[in-house]
Every structure is written in structure tokens, then in C-alpha cells.
């Protein structure tokens, strides 16, 4: 299945039932949640441990991948988390056209800061608004071929400027449940190698070239303008949704104080999962763990 994005994007997606032999929660309609997973940067709907995560998940209902902009088959170019927050909308929303009353993100790495903000800026019940252009609502200086200008992509903002309050174009594109493996608190960390490495492909000429025929991702050339909300403010606005947030103790990435930044921010109704001798992200999550996330969604959701 192609999506587009608000913003004309086009997006791969595909949906999968929910494992036959599993023994699925179904509401009064007899209808299945569906979880719709978020891959990190470089992954894509195909790579082996977003399927890995994917199988997992449909033993708990359906299940949505979908490969971000500049990713996979998807058209455009990366933003790095910015612009992505339309593409996830997307997914969303079109899980929920497909019939599915219960819909829960699970986001890994750049996916976790995009299921975090996504949560943020789309609430159950927000008012309609035009989602194109910058995903906080106040137009974005990155236009994909496909997108309108910035001034075209103007979208509805609030009173704080981030566009909370925000809706899909598509229908509602709101989620019952948040889940942020390994996701950072904040922009333009470089405390780690890992992340050194990682701006350097995203921000460098040879990077991006790197990134494109070695990474199979390719990366928009323009800086952020403005800068997205925060990981860790979009947190602190996810409530009453129920968010868990999960993070392995040898992240090479992030260390610990990015969970825990995200757990003070998002407060008490948060839940945070420190795992022991877990690395990063879906390549670092195995079927036990990812277990433990399904259930907990299908436990926490409304409806699950």
C-alpha cells in the first residue's frame, strides 16, 4: 500500500492480520488492535528485525509497518525525525480507516522521538487543522519535490508556537498508547561515538553519500528550520495517553539519562523499563522483550 503524507509524500506501508493462532483480545465489535511500529534510522517495513518485531506483534492483533520518507520505497528524503511525524500520521490514520478502534505506536531510535512527538501534536479529540508542511504546525524549511512551499505548508498552530492540538488531513490519526524504545530526550547529542558518526553522515556531503548507497537512506541536504519540538517536552504533553519507555543499559547511542530525562518530563504517568545488557533499538530487542512491550500495550490501551 502507498500513503501520502500531508505533506504529498509518498509512504510504503503494509498492513498484516493478526496471527491466526494467536490468541487475540477482541472489543465488543469484534474488532483487533493494531500496532503500528516505527523503525529506527536506516530501517525501512523490510529490514529483518522490523519483520522480527512485526511477527511478535501479531500475535497480540494486526499490525502496520511503514517505512519513513527517504527510506525503503517509500519517496522523499529523510528529515531525521522532523517531518516523519507525518508520515506516522499517516499510518495511523489509516489503520483506524481500516476499521481498527484500538491503535498503539511502538517507535525505535529516530522512531522513538517520532512516536513521542507524534503523540504530542495529535490528541484524541484535536481540533481539524491542515498537517502539511512542518510537523509542529509552523511550516518547515525542508520541501521534498513532492511537498508545497514553506509558506504553503503553513500549518495550524497553538498559543506555544508546537502545534499541539494538531490533526491528520486523512481522518483521525490519534494513538491509544506510546511506546519509545531507546529514543533520545534531546537534538544534536554528540556524546557518544555513535552519535558523532551519525551527524556526520546526516550533516556532511560524503555522509549523506554514504547514507544513500551504503545506508539505502537517502537524507535532505536543508538544517532544521525551526527546530522540532524536544523528545522530552513532546513527553511531557503525551498525558493522559499511556506511554512506556524503554532503554537498554549498553546503549552506544544514548545513555541512560535520556530515558530518564523522558520519565521525569512525562511524570508519573509514564512507566520506564531499564533493561540490563541491552543495546540499541528493534536490532537490539529480542522476542522476550518485544513480548513484554505487546503486552503492556494491549494491557494499558483504552479498549485493550
Do not use: C, K
Request: charged share 20%; aromatic share 6%.
Amino acid at each position: 500500500m502507498v500513503l501520502l503524507a500531508a505533506d504529498g509524500v509518498a509512504i510504503e506501508a503494509v498492513h498484516e492480520p493478526a496471527d491466526f493462532d494467536a490468541d487475540v483480545t477482541h472489543d465488543a465489535a469484534g474488532r483487533v488492535p493494531v500496532t503500528v511500529v516505527a523503525h529506527g534510522f536506516t530501517g525501512s517495513a523490510g529490514r529483518p528485525h522490523v519483520r522480527r518485531a512485526a511477527a511478535v506483534f501479531r500475535r497480540y492483533g494486526a499490525v502496520i509497518t511503514f517505512s519513513f520518507r527517504g527510506h525503503g520505497a517509500s519517496g522523499g528524503r529523510s528529515t531525521v525525525g522532523d517531518r516523519e511525524v507525518l508520515d506516522l500520521a499517516a499510518a495511523v490514520a489509516w489503520a483506524r480507516r481500516l476499521g481498527h478502534r484500538t491503535v498503539w505506536t511502538v517507535g525505535f531510535s529516530m522512531g522513538g522521538s517520532v512516536v513521542l512527538r507524534h503523540a504530542a501534536l495529535y490528541p484524541a479529540g484535536g481540533p481539524d487543522a491542515h498537517a502539511s508542511g512542518h510537523a509542529d504546525g509552523r511550516g518547515s524549511g525542508h520541501a521534498d519535490a513532492q511537498s508545497p512551499s514553506p509558506a504553503d505548508a503553513q500549518g495550524s498552530a497553538s498559543a506555544d508556537g508546537h502545534g499541539s492540538g494538531f490533526a491528520d488531513p486523512h481522518g483521525p490519526a490519534h494513538t491509544d498508547a506510546v511506546v519509545a524504545v531507546s529514543a533520545p530526550a534531546r537534538w544534536y547529542y554528540r556524546g557518544t561515538a555513535a552519535m558523532r558518526r551519525l551527524h556526520w553522515v546526516v550533516t556532511r556531503p560524503l555522509g549523506r553519500a554514504v547514507g544513500r548507497y551504503g545506508l539505502r537512506t537517502r537524507i535532505h541536504t536543508s538544517d532544521w528550520d525551526p527546530v522540532p519540538l524536544d523528545p522530552a517536552e513532546a513527553a511531557a504533553r503525551i498525558a493522559p495517553t499511556p506511554l512506556l519507555l524503554v532503554h537498554g543499559d549498553r546503549d552506544p547511542y544514548f545513555p541512560l539519562d535520556h530515558p530518564r530525562a523522558l520519565a521525569t518530563a512525562a511524570g508519573p504517568q509514564a512507566d520506564l523499563w531499564l533493561e540490563p545488557g541491552m543495546g540499541h533499538a528493534e536490532n537490539a530487542a529480542d522476542e522476550a522483550l518485544l513480548a513484554r512491550i505487546a503486552d503492556w500495550a494491549a494491557r494499558r490501551a483504552p479498549g485493550g
